[in-house]
């Protein structure tokens, strides 16, 4: 059974940084795509970025390229999401998702953590 477990939100001010961490277990995930989505209040849940594991390829939403980035270490078993020039409208829940897949995709993922909290002040 795939376990996600996302750490690492908080409270940060503008122009700060974050990183998120995502452990995965259950499986071995070299044949998957890890996402990680956001869901600000009132707002649907949004694509923030994905890696495939295998190959490291990534893709990113328009809304955080160039400042976030996405990454993994097979030896933990864990994705990350370092977090850089953050903005109050990147204040949301942020969660780890799963999917296997061949190719880096940015919907319909199966697997889904809980979530944690990223709150950015002006």
């Known amino acids: 059974q795939v376990q996600l477990v996302e750490s690492g939100g908080g409270l940060v001010q503008t122009g700060g940084s974050l990183r998120l961490s995502c452990a995965a277990s259950?499986?071995?995930?070299?044949?998957?795509?890890m996402g990680w989505f956001r869901q600000a209040p009132g707002k649907e849940r949004e694509f923030v970025a994905a890696i495939r594991w295998s190959t490291g390829s990534t893709v990113y939403a328009a809304s955080v390229k160039d400042r976030f980035t996405i990454s993994r270490d097979s030896a933990k078993n864990t994705v990350y999401l370092q977090m850089n020039s953050l903005k109050s409208e990147d204040t949301a829940v942020y969660y780890c998702?799963?999917?296997?897949?061949?190719?880096?995709?940015?919907?319909?993922?199966?697997?889904w953590g809980q979530g944690t909290q990223v709150t950015v002040s002006s």
């Open positions: 259950g499986r071995t995930f070299s044949g998957y795509v």
């Open positions: 998702a799963a999917e296997w897949s061949r190719v880096v995709v940015t919907s319909g993922y199966d697997y």
